[in-house]
């Protein structure tokens, strides 16, 4: 077994409290707040408050007391932490050194740190994607410090680097990155949200912040099974397998005991992120075998975005000194479940209220459905970009099975709240047996139990009581992608809302009367995008396309979509992305496309020549050595059945290997990406499950000790993967 990395603690040592060491390796406002003069740090909060530019004296004074405490800290080098359009994260690391001149022939190295070097960087930009934004020879890119994000330390290999959370943009300022976009449609929600509040009655209502907590799926294979495998080690998955006998089919592993060896990972882990500020809730086996989920509490969308992100690095490399390999990839085995990524969403006024939970009074419970309306006509307008902006080339393999819903974007609300809204549009009320409603106040209006839903497994957004939860996500996803797309669609949908209630409210006998007038307006609207039954059925299909919602299968269906700018309208008119930037991400995610599924289709050719047909071969001499040995003639008959069947695979896998090099190298000659992009879908996609069937059927007739990689029994199966 893989030697792996044991917990330091002594037996019978009981841990310190989270609480004692929770945020040890940050530096935030409250940070700030206690080594700032007051003056500086008023400065600071209207930064981040009101967007106000820095001084340079508050800036100084800000690096001094965050070097202070990085170099405190063991801290020799810091960086810009930032996401380009990789979806992945990018830094440079600089020491805080400084040459000091002395007497002559003599130097002294001093720390020194900035507030010039705090708030701006300057890394070579030039093989970042930039989606033909500026040309390659145009290096300049530049780091600007997020100020509301905290500061924090990595520890890795023995060394300290303190990270400064940053937006990464081009020299004529357009966004080069995934976080600015996502920034400015948390701007644009809270103006527009803070307008129809007001209009409903919340008039000191300053701020509006979406809330968001990611449930993180991911699975752990032994390290030694992982590098044996030159798909898993290129590609994150594993192109060909054939399933393991038991599979999940006994539904032993979800919810089950964890096993000592993951568990040891998982505390390892938690203490990871814990020192981030980072705050992890729960863990749990999932239901495919090896397979397990992280989710934190919620906190700011534009922090929580950051944390997903830095969690799945920490998962990653944590991993590594358990003897793991963490894989990511939305659908790493055929057969089981793949990774998900639930997005918890909300939206949460500065007064502490979440909108989207139902409250104690008839005003609050107005704006409860108010909101859900609001939302669902969000959904309803744009779900065809909110569908592209979740579609990626390990997403299209998951997405429609096995628990993951399919694309078409469709809200469940639970019986009981569809029921309010049913009534509030025939100007009904309505009357419930169930304990525990909520009196609305109002006399034609239904009460509303606090939560009365059942889980819908299949949809890609469902409401739970005080949030939304898009599961569509997937795991290896930059979740300020799609939330970003969520937010804006969300907000140019209150401001619709608002302006139709300033509208309302100047011909209705009340306020209560105009707000209800609204609801009603809104959820006949958006009506569409609610289904409630079974999402993976044809007949859910067929009654989608009759109501008009989109239908992406696969990222053809998306590039279509981001690649209109009718589609995308919404994203320029409420200043989330520019012209320049929405074409660049179009074509960047094209590009990445082709490229992953290019890597994929030459690892299975160099597998399939370097390793399974050397595999069948020696297979076939066998069976033809024994052959000649065999005197009876039945057992003869039976030895040369197996030698055609051996020939048979043979023949199909080289004619199927031939067949897809042949279209690789096509793909490759052309020069326009839609072009390369249909061949993917039209011809590729269907060659590499071809050459698998092949690879999987050669896996059940090739003797164990000949076949060259770890199958799935292996990998899924390992004995310290198994439940305690």
Known sequence: MTAYFEPTSSVGEI?????????????????????????????????????????????????????????????????????????????KHDAFIDIQSGFPNETTVVERFTGSMLIKGEPDASSFPSGGMRSTFEARGYTAWDPRSPLFIIQSGGTYTLCIPSVFFGYHGDSLDLKTPLLRSAESLSKNMVKLLKLLGDVDVKR?????????????????????????????????????????????????????????????????LYRLGIPAKTRHNEVAPGQFELAPIFENVTIAADHNTLTMETMKRVAMRHGFKCLLHEKPFA??????????????????????????????NLRFLTMVCVTLKALKSHGDVLSASIMSSGNEHRLGGNEAPPTIISVFLGSLLEQVFESIEKNEAATFRDQGLINLGVSHLPQIEKDHADRNRTTPFAFTGNKFEFRAVGAATNVAIPITVLNAAVSEAALDAADKLESLLKTSSSKDEAVVALIKDLYIESRNVLFAGNNYSQEWRSLAAD???????????????????????????????????????????????????????????????????????????????????????????????????????????????????????????LDNLDKQIDMVEDGLKAQMLELRKHCDHAESIVAGDLWPIPKYRELLFHPSLANG
């Open 547 to 669: 109501r008009g919602l989109a239908i992406i299968d696969n990222c053809r269906d998306a590039f279509l979509v981001t690649g209109n700018p009718k589609a995308t309208e919404f994203l320029r008119d409420l200043g989330v992305l520019n012209e320049r930037e929405l074409l660049s991400r179009h074509v960047v995610n094209q590009k990445n496309y082709l490229t992953k599924v290019s890597i994929e289709a030459q690892t299975m050719i160099e597998m399939t020549y370097e390793s399974i047909i050397p595999s069948l071969e020696q297979q076939f001499i066998l069976c033809c050595d024994i052959s000649k040995n065999i005197k009876l003639e039945s057992v003869i008959s039976t030895y040369n059945g197996r030698r055609e069947k051996i020939e048979g695979c043979l023949g199909g896998l080289i004619s199927s290997c031939d067949t897809l090099k042949s279209t690789v190298e096509k793909i490759e000659s």
């Open 208 to 272: 509006v912040d979406a809330t968001l907590g990611t449930e993180q799926e991911y699975f752990l294979i032994d390290t030694e099974l992982a590098n044996q495998r030159p798909d898993i080690i290129m590609t994150g998955r594993t192109l060909m397998g054939a399933p393991a006998s038991k599979g999940h089919k006994l539904d032993d592993h979800y919810f089950g005991a964890i096993p000592e060896r993951v568990k040891a990972y998982m505390a390892d882990l938690e203490k990871n």
């Open 15 to 91: 841990p310190k409290p989270v609480s004692s060491y929770f945020g040890c390796d940050t530096f935030g406002i409250g940070d700030m707040r206690a080594k700032l003069s007051g003056k500086a740090y008023q400065d600071l909060v209207r930064t981040q408050t009101h967007g106000e530019q820095l001084s340079k004296e508050t800036a100084d004074a800000v690096a001094q007391v965050v070097k202070e405490w990085a170099v405190n800290k063991g801290v020799t080098h810091f960086c810009h932490w930032f996401q380009p359009m990789t979806g992945l994260t990018a830094e």
């Open 335 to 364: 057969g089981i479940n793949g990774n998900g990524k639930h997005a918890n969403w909300s939206v949460a006024s500065d007064k502490g209220y979440n909108l989207l939970e139902p409250g104690k009074t008839p005003h609050q």
